[in-house]
Structure formats: C-alpha cells, structure tokens
C-alpha cells in the first residue's frame, strides 16, 4: 500500500507553483518535498510526474507520494514480536515489551523494534521503513509511537512536549517521596567517567518531571509521572534524587533481579493529535505483570493505577 496525498487545484490557485501549494494544502515541509521529487510517482498532476515549479491550471489533481520508495535506515529485517495496538496509513502504536531496544546498536542489531517493524511490513506487502517519533529505554514497557513515513514523523516530532502530545507513566520506586506529589525542576547531563549515565547538573539540560503518589505501601509507591521534558533517563535521576529510585533500577539504584529484571517503568498512557486528520487519538497500556508483582495483591489498586493514567497532571506545588 502506497500512501499519497491529493487535492485539485482550485480557480483561485492556478498558476501557483506546486511546492507552494504542497506546503499550504498538508503542510508538507521543504526537506520531505525535497525527498519526494526524485521518486519517479513522487509527485504527479492528473497522474503524469511533474517538478515542484511546475505551475498547475485550475481543476488539475495534485498528488503526492508519502511512502518511502526505498529504505534509507540501514536496518534489516528480523522476526520478532510486535504488540501493535493501532494501525493505519500514517502511524502505528505499539505496545513496547520490556528488554527490547527501539534502535539497532551494539550488541542489539537483529533484536529491536525496528528489526521487527520492517520484517512485519515485509510479512504483510507493506512500503516503509522504521521512522520512530520518540524513544523508550531498553528497559521501559509500553507505549510508542511509530510514524509510517517522514511526513509523519515530522509533524509528529513538532508535538512532543506540548498538550498535543501527552505521555503518561507508571512507575515502582523504593520508598515514598516527599511530598506525595510535585515537580522536579532539576537540569541534567552526562555523568563524568560514565559513558551511559546522566546526573543532575548546573550546566545541564532543563529537565522537568511531574509525579504524584498513587499508592504506597511495605517500602515501596506506586507513581504517576509526566514528562515536560524527554532526557536520557530523566524519570530515573530525578526520582533517585529523591531518595527513592525506581525499583530494579542498576544504575540508580539497587539490582534486585529477584524482584524484577528491569527499572520498573511502564509508559501507560498516550494522547496525540492524527499528523493527516488531526483527529485526537488516546492510548492506554495496563500495568505489566513484573510490575504488577512488586506490588500487594490487590487487583483493584492496580486496575485503577492503570485506568487512571491519563487524569490531569500534578499541578507545581
């Protein structure tokens, strides 16, 4: 399936230029026109190829092709298990198992979501290749966005960190924070010596989290928090900093493969806005079972951390 974008040209706009009318019709930007032209079905009036100055008469149909005509990421195709919660010619959503990287690296280049995104698209006919929206650590469950191709991608990326885009997480820390519910407001940047961890830092990036406690209780509190910022392992310091680090977290924290193999961090909730449509789309990620462990068998508590993922944020106390 090949996704395109089409639109007839109007009285008023004959004689504009098509690179003009692209960007005003679906706001296409410079650098995706520029990647598109060069396909040959990349951009067509009433179905013939044109250049992006070509001037179009009035009721001739504009067309232009979104897919990626050939894969540009280097990423090759390997099976594996995708939990894909939404689909369409746009985006997927997945639901992220814990231990799987999103991005081939070192050690990791047949075993990750792109790995598997491309072998799925391959299984089933599909043009693509992988254009993520945002990053889950190797050890974070949940939800991610997928874009189905650059366009996408790009509109999508514009949300991140405004109303637009909301990520909800869950997550076990040991103890409990005080107070219940607030902001840290505390810039990071590498650790000196380290080559993967973060720490807080006057010269730093801002960086900003939002928790509140949903349940404590035998040494350890159930917590919804909300991003204003994405740094690398931004939920993990600032909770350290806190005295009360996630669970399982080695880098943090404190080990406990008895308990759990992961820093116990789920991405429950995700709201955003369609990159094409604009239609609002919302998400929800039950609490995972290594998580749901830690905590007291109550199926009710859990249930409703879940539920509750995507309620208001805490306000700055």
Known sequence: MIRRLERRVAPEEEGMRTEVLLKRWFSLSSSVIRRVKWIEDGILA????????????????LSVR???????????????????LYEDADLLVLNKAPGVSVHPGPGHYLDTLGNFLLDYYDRTGQEGDFHP?????????????????????????????????????????????????GVVDAPLGP????????????????????????????????????????????IR?????????????????????ELIARPALHSAHLS???????????FDAPLPADMAALLPESEEKVMAAGKGAGNQPPEMV
Do not use: N
Not at 66 to 84: C, F, K, N
Not at 150 to 178: M, N, W
């Open 191 to 234: 650790k000196p010596g380290s080559l993967v961890e973060q720490e807080i830092r006057p010269d730093g990036k801002p960086a900003r989290t939002r928790y509140e406690t949903l349940w404590s209780g035998g040494g350890r509190s159930l917590l919804r928090l909300e991003l204003d910022t994405g740094r690398t392992h931004q």
């Open 46 to 61: 009433d179905g013939q190829r044109i250049r992006t100055d070509y001037r179009p008469r009035a009721g001739q149909l």
């Open 237 to 257: 310091v600032h909770m350290a900093s806190l005295g009360c680090p996630l669970t399982g977290d080695f880098l943090y924290g404190r080990e406990e493969p």
């Open 66 to 84: 979104l897919t990626d005509a050939e894969r540009r990421s280097g990423i090759v195709p390997a099976p594996g298990p995708l939990d894909i």
């Open 272 to 282: 955003l806005r369609h990159p094409v449509t604009g239609a609002e789309l919302e």
């Open 133 to 181: 929206v945002h990053r889950l650590d190797r050890g974070t469950s949940g939800l991610l966005v997928v874009a189905r191709h650059a366009h996408a991608q790009e509109i999508l990326k514009r949300q991140l960190h405004t109303d637009s885009f909301r990520r909800i997480y869950l997550a076990v820390c040991e103890g409990t924070p005080e107070p219940l519910r």
